[in-house]
């Protein structure tokens, strides 16, 4: 389909409120058991380890309607215009995040990831940066957008967007823009470049339409980007196939083309999903060619309620505007329960910046934040693995193990068996960084001691602490 003209809906900015005041307000809601799997998007496909997400738009986190259906179905945000440059740098150095971080800390007040969309775009971009004509200058100014914005969210993104839509409709090169027209061809790869240093935590996407169908030559002409960025190492993780589609759904070589991105060593994500007219042919076929393909991580739709879409007036995704289901989205939930768990690449417990789940090998539980607290001093259990942020541990380039934002951290500078582990606030210190050793342990720099499952405990809620390392199941961990 045609991709529709960008119009620019209004922006509100909300001030940020504190997440510590959301998560107490917040009781515990991912207590779901077994029962609610298969009864939500997001618990659907997170019987697959993949997550379902939507886009969020901050004006709208005051809708009670919109909010139910949020935070009951869907396990990933995206915000729909907040973290655009219009939004976030609306004048040279001035940098405005007060709406996106009302969006992030919902988010993690209620267990969802985020993507971070996006850094470096044609559109939504303001007047001050598409008039620049000296290189220099706009190299400067793109990399200082990069790192300033991708340095506020650091820890709390899943995966950034780093470029949007670079490649022109209808052939193999890039579009025009400020950043091509002034930089030259190399400043998707600078991009990524700068993005990977300023957090090196989280997955670095390029996301674009037009490239679902294997035959089109702009799909083409990304993935020879994408296919040349693994050859000469410029550091990328996954791609994202906005697929706005017309009503006859995805092209039919869509699932083709998901598993030969794969292919090149990236995760691939739906990221915009919305289809004219909802058919449920269309949307299961879209689902399914997701499910099929190990690589691709998750789905997201741009919207909520149809009313909610920027596509005004074709009903183009899975809530009618009162909030009820449509049949699109049963036909989307029963396609969420096929296909192929999810897969990543062979990991140890952790390599520099990868993020992910930590399993305890001898309990099968997971590393948890409980309750989603970010309140210093809680102290991480074990719990049955579920795929929320809460379980999402980074591990920076600093060696510091990061979830929601909060470094995992040997209580008091404790150097002796027993000392508590705790979340606390990061500040670099020897006791807030871990070493990732090859036989699945990991190690606190400053102690020595091992991360261990306090008593060997299986069950959830066990706390977990220092031990001196004994290669005790117990004190084995994998990335999940
Ligand atoms: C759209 C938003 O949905 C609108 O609210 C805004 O007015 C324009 O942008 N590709 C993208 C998204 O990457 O950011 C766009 O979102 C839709 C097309």
């Known amino acids: 389909m045609k991709h529709p003209t960008i119009g620019?809906?209004?922006?509100?900015?909300?001030?940020?409120?504190?997440?510590?005041?959301?998560a107490a307000a917040v009781t515990v809601?991912?207590?779901?058991?077994?029962?609610?799997?298969?009864?939500?998007?997001?618990a659907q496909a997170a019987t697959t380890g993949r997550y379902f997400g939507t886009a969020v738009a901050n004006g709208k986190l005051g809708d009670s309607t919109y909010v139910s259906i949020l935070d009951r179905e869907f396990n990933m945000i995206t915000p729909e215009n907040e973290m655009k440059w219009t939004s976030t740098e609306p004048s040279r150095g001035n940098f405005t995040f007060g709406a996106a971080d009302n969006i992030v800390n919902h988010a993690l007040a209620h267990g969802q990831r985020m993507r971070g969309h996006t850094t470096v775009w044609h559109n939504q971009l303001p007047t001050w940066v598409?008039?620049?004509?000296?290189?220099?200058?706009?190299?400067?100014?793109m990399n200082n957008h990069i790192t300033t914005e991708m340095t506020h969210f650091k820890g709390k993104i899943y995966a950034w967007d780093v470029v949007n839509e670079a490649f022109a409709d209808g052939s193999r090169n890039h579009r025009s823009s400020v950043f091509q027209n002034v930089l030259g061809n190399g400043f998707i790869e600078e991009a990524f470049r700068t993005a990977r240093t300023a957090d090196p935590g989280a997955k670095l996407c390029y996301n674009d339409y037009n490239i679902e169908d294997w035959n089109a030559a702009k799909t083409q002409g990304v993935y020879s980007m994408v296919q040349d960025f693994k050859n000469r190492g410029v550091p990328i993780d996954c791609v994202g196939f906005q697929s706005h589609f017309g009503s006859g759904g995805p092209p039919s070589t869509f699932q083709t083309t998901l598993s030969n991105f794969a292919a090149l060593g990236v995760d691939v994500q739906l990221t915009e999903l919305d289809i004219a007219q909802a058919g449920t042919t269309a949307y299961s076929n879209t689902v399914k060619a997701c499910m099929n393909v190990s690589r691709c991580a998750g789905i997201t739709v741009w919207g909520i309620r149809d009313t909610d879409s920027w596509r005004t007036g074709e009903n183009a995704l899975l809530f009618d505007g009162?909030?009820?289901?449509?049949?699109?989205?049963?036909?989307?939930?029963?396609?969420?329960?096929?296909?192929?768990p999810v897969s990543n690449p062979p990991t140890t417990p952790g390599s520099t910046g990868q993020a992910g789940a930590l399993r305890g090998v001898g309990s099968g539980r997971c590393l948890d934040d409980p309750n989603s607290s970010t309140t210093n001093g809680v102290q991480p259990q074990i719990y049955d693995c579920n795929n929320q942020a809460n379980q999402r541990w980074t591990f920076t380039s600093g060696g510091a193990l990061q979830v929601l934002g909060k470094c995992l951290d040997a209580y008091a500078k404790g150097t002796t068996a027993g000392t508590k582990v705790v979340l606390w606030d990061c500040n670099g210190g020897t006791n807030q960084?871990?070493?990732?050793?090859?036989?699945?342990?990991?190690?606190?720099?400053?102690?020595?001691?091992?991360?261990?499952?306090?008593?060997?405990?299986?069950?959830?809620?066990?706390?977990?602490?220092?031990?001196?390392?004994?290669?005790?199941?117990?004190?084995?961990?994998?990335?999940?």
């Not at 598409?130 to 100014?141: H, M, P, Q, Y």
């Not at 009820?324 to 296909?339: E, F, I, Q, R």
């Not at 991360?451 to 405990?457: I, R, Y």
């Not at 959830?460 to 994998?478: D, M, P, R």
Request: net charge positive.
């Open 433 to 480: 960084q871990w070493r990732m050793n090859s036989d699945g342990t990991i190690t606190g720099v400053q102690s020595g001691l091992c991360l261990d499952v306090s008593g060997a405990g299986t069950a959830n809620g066990t706390l977990v602490a220092l031990w001196t390392c004994n290669g005790g199941s117990n004190q084995k961990w994998t990335r999940s």
């Open 130 to 141: 598409s008039s620049i004509t000296d290189a220099n200058t706009l190299r400067s100014v």
């Open 29 to 42: 809601t991912l207590l779901a058991g077994n029962a609610e799997a298969a009864s939500t998007l997001g």
């Open 8 to 22: 620019r809906r209004r922006i509100f900015a909300v001030g940020s409120l504190a997440v510590t005041a959301l």
């Open 322 to 340: 009162n909030g009820n289901k449509k049949a699109a989205y049963n036909s989307v939930l029963s396609a969420l329960g096929g296909g192929t």
